[in-house]
T-cell receptor
């Protein structure tokens, strides 16, 4: 009963490095999204996907890329990490019904030095 | 554009008392969903309660109830009989009518005192 699995849980990057945050769900949810959580700002939507092959930008997309080749996976790529991207990142999934809640991964704490 | 506002950065409540966490929202869509999530210090996001914009009755889930005032665009969370384990960050969220996007407020940190 895995739900939403995010890896890694912790990561330290140097400025300019690239990395991919992994997110996988086993609930056959159509909708997946990435958020970043910063103190005092709640969760802000980075990118989201409404199905395989379809992605769109959220509130704070700059510096991040996504793709959705399968229903299960929705990786988030940082092409050139910056200190401003130090944050806690959450992946979430849900189905189309607006009355159902989102299921969240455990989060990734990313520090860019 | 949709927006969620939580104006209480922090709240204190005495154990066993009730507490209300405020949430106001802004949307031009007549159909939407409102959610509350709890985030304890361990960091995970826990779903608490849901209210649909067309629901006639306020949602309740155990000790949680949602005071939904549609005309005022408010969806306050009421926690009855607070427990020490209720100390956490609480987020109000809104999902758009197509179900694509969920946006969150800044959160309220609740401290329950023994």
């Amino acid at each position: 009963n895995a739900g939403v699995t995010q890896t890694p849980k912790f990561q330290v990057l140097k400025t300019g490095q690239s990395m991919t945050l992994q997110c996988a769900q086993d609930m056959n949810h159509e909708y997946m999204s990435w958020y970043r959580q910063d103190p005092g700002m709640g969760l802000r939507l980075i990118h989201y996907s409404v199905g395989a092959g379809i992605t769109d930008q959220g509130e704070v997309p700059n510096g991040y890329n996504v793709s959705r080749s399968t229903t299960e996976d929705f990786p988030l790529r940082l092409l050139s990490a910056a200190p401003s991207q130090t944050s806690v990142y959450f992946c979430a999934s849900s189905n189309y019904d607006r009355g159902t809640e989102a299921f969240f991964g455990q989060g990734t704490r990313l520090t860019v030095v | 554009a949709q927006k969620i506002t939580q104006t209480q950065p922090g709240m204190f409540v005495q154990e066993k008392e009730a507490v209300t966490l405020d949430c106001t929202y802004d949307t031009s869509d007549p159909s939407y969903g409102l959610f509350w999530y709890k985030q304890p210090s361990s960091g995970e996001m826990i779903f608490l309660i849901y209210q649909g914009s067309y629901d006639q009755q306020n949602a309740t889930e155990g000790r949680y109830s949602l005071n939904f005032q549609k005309a005022r665009k408010s969806a306050n969370l009421v926690i009855s009989a607070s427990q020490l384990g209720d100390s956490a960050m609480y987020f109000c969220a809104m999902r758009d009518p197509r179900g694509f996007k969920t946006i969150f407020g800044a959160g309220t940190r609740l401290f329950v005192k023994a």
